[in-house]
């Protein structure tokens, strides 16, 4: 199996940045991309953004680009995700995940909150 340990949520004003952080261990060997996503009170769970490690392509939600930047390291499975310009719509638990069966994702850390102040 595979698991995920996320890091660098927090409180921060409007307009402010964080760098969320995650490393994937375990099984993954067959990992074909890992993402992030988000989940706000009240709404769905949404894609944020993920890479896909064969090319290292990099796709985002539209509404982030621009603000979300997504780097990663393959061989140490591992992935950021710089947010620059934060909102308060912004404020969700955020999720890291590994995709073995793209593009499906199988795994999935226990979320990191960050929260914007107005």
């Known amino acids: 199996q595979v698991q995920l340990v996320e890091s660098g949520g927090g409180l921060v004003q409007a307009g402010g940045s964080l760098r969320l952080s995650c490393a994937a261990s375990?099984?993954?060997?067959?990992?074909?991309?890992m993402g992030w996503f988000r989940q706000a009170p009240g709404k769905e769970r949404e894609f944020v953004a993920g890479v896909y490690w064969n090319n290292g392509n990099t796709y985002y939600a539209d509404s982030l680009k621009g603000r979300f930047t997504l780097s990663g390291d393959n061989a140490k499975n591992t992935v950021y995700l710089q947010m620059n310009s934060l909102k308060p719509e912004d404020t969700a638990v955020y999720y890291c995940?590994?995709?073995?069966?793209?593009?499906?994702?199988?795994?999935w850390g226990q979320g990191t909150q960050v929260t914007v102040s107005s």
């Open positions: 995940a590994v995709s073995k069966r793209w593009p499906k994702y199988d795994y």
């Open positions: 375990g099984r993954t060997f067959n990992s074909v991309a």
